[in-house]
Each structure stands twice: as C-alpha cells, then as structure tokens.
C-alpha cells in the first residue's frame, strides 16, 4: 500500500498570531499545488495562533492544513486552561500532537494519558499524532525498540483497529530534538519497522500497511531526503526548521519528490 508522506512542523512555543500569519503565507506560496498531490503539509502552531491560521487557510483556500500540539482529555468543563477536542474542531485542525516527549517530561504525561488524549482527538474527528521516543540511557542501553513498542501500545491499548487506522505515529528520540543529532536513517528504520509490526499485532496487517509512521529529532532539508527514503518512513515531525518558511516549504517540497524551491 503506498502511504503519501506526512510533514508536520511542530512550532512548540514560537511565534505569536501575526508572526504565524507570515510563516504559513511564506510556506503555502513557496509550494505550487501540483506538490500537495505527493505530499501532507500541516503546521502546529500554538493555540494562540490556530484561529488567525484558520482565517487565513480558509479564506485563501490554501492547501497547507493546521493542527493544535496538545488537547484536553475532557470534552468541556471546569478544567482550568484546557483546550478540547471540539474546539480545536472548530478551529479547523485537522492534527494534534498527543505525548510529545516535551510534554511528558515536563507535563508528567505517560501513555494512559496520552491514550485519553488520543481518544479524545479521534472522538472529535482530529488525527492524532501519537508521539513515542526513548532517552539517550535507553539508546546506549540498546532497549530502544522494546521500549518504543510498549510505549506505543500504552497509548494505542483498547483501540478498536479501526480507529488506530486513523492514528499518524510520530518516532522521535529525545536525544534527536533540538541537538542538530539526527538518527541515522538506519536507526530510525529500524524503530519505525518495529512499530509498524506492533500496529500489525494491536490492529491488523492491513491497518499497518496503511498506517504513517513519522520521523522527528532535527530534521531538516539536508537529511530528509534520506529519512524518508527508508520503508517504514513516511514523514517527518518538525521542530526548528518547521519556524523558517524557505527551509520547511523545500523540506516538503523534497518529501514530494522534488524539483526543489
Ligand atoms: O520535537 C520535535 C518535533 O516535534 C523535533 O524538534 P527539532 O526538529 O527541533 O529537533
């Protein structure tokens, strides 16, 4: 089964709602429309953001989606500085980030959270983007495919095959984000391998075969070429070069088979 490759940009905490207007302006006229038939372009912005990207995604009818970086587990309610799934519906997202590795080193997510979380997304008609990755002790400790597996099915547990066939799963090691320390393409195939044949025991054969598996730790448009050449590589979750228009739209732009912008 072919799968179209994924890019998403990760913005984290950068930009505020007019910086962002500028980035996805620069990002969609630097990608012709013929590339969007090769590949998915989606940002991430901060919530604070999503509602003049959606203004702008919308009324230029731009080819770029959007999505949010975390969601609530809860639909609605007294849950201070929570925002849930229906309205980053609303909002027009189409993806959501659930256990970036930011958020369960500093926010205390684990994988029963990040399960809630994606149950949550996929109650409301959002992708989740269900994030795993192993420190740098794991690494050197060579437990890094078991690890990613069962953290994986922590937060895919219970699922029916159907909704994780709607799921996009994001690899990123820790030790990869943010350094400039990119996996090898082999190293990172070699984890991505093994969690598409994990998707294969919790769902099915055909539901692996179709599901996008992400890469993310330093991507850039130097060495996502090789990444996504690998088999069990569809895309790339994108932190820093996801914030400088030129470099995310080539990034795509190559995802898509080229010529390069
Ligand atoms: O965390 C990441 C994307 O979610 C990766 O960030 P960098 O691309 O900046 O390493």
Known sequence: M?????????????????????????????LPAKYFEKVDVTVLPPFTDI????????????LVT???????????GAYT??????????????????GHSERRAMH????????????AALRHGLTPIVCVGEGIDVRQAGKHVEYNTESLRGS???????????VVIAYEPVWAIGTGQVATPPDAQEVCAALRAEVASL????????????YGGSVN????????????IDGALVGGASLKGDEFATLAAIAAGGPFV
Not at 156 to 165: K, P, Q, Y
Not at 207 to 214: C, K, M, Q, W
Not at 221 to 232: E, S
């Open 221 to 232: 448009a130097k060495n996502v070429g090789d990444l996504i050449a690998q088999t069990d």
């Open 203 to 214: 769902a099915s054969a055909e539901v692996a075969a179709g599901i996008r598996i992400l």
């Open 51 to 62: 509602r003049s990207v959606q203004t702008l995604v919308e009324g230029d009818k731009l």
């Open 81 to 98: 500085g929570e925002i849930s799934g229906s309205m980053l519906a609303k909002l027009g997202c189409r993806f959501v980030t659930v």
């Open 2 to 30: 072919s799968r179209k490759p994924l890019i998403a940009g990760n913005w984290k905490m950068n930009l505020n709602h007019l910086e962002a207007i500028a980035l996805v302006q620069k990002i969609a006229f630097s």
């Open 108 to 119: 205390g997510e684990d994988d029963a959270s990040v399960l809630e979380k994606a149950k």
């Open 156 to 166: 895919l547990a219970g699922l029916s095959a159907d909704e994780v066939s709607k």
């Open 66 to 76: 959007h999505g949010a970086q975390d969601i609530s587990k809860f639909d609605s």
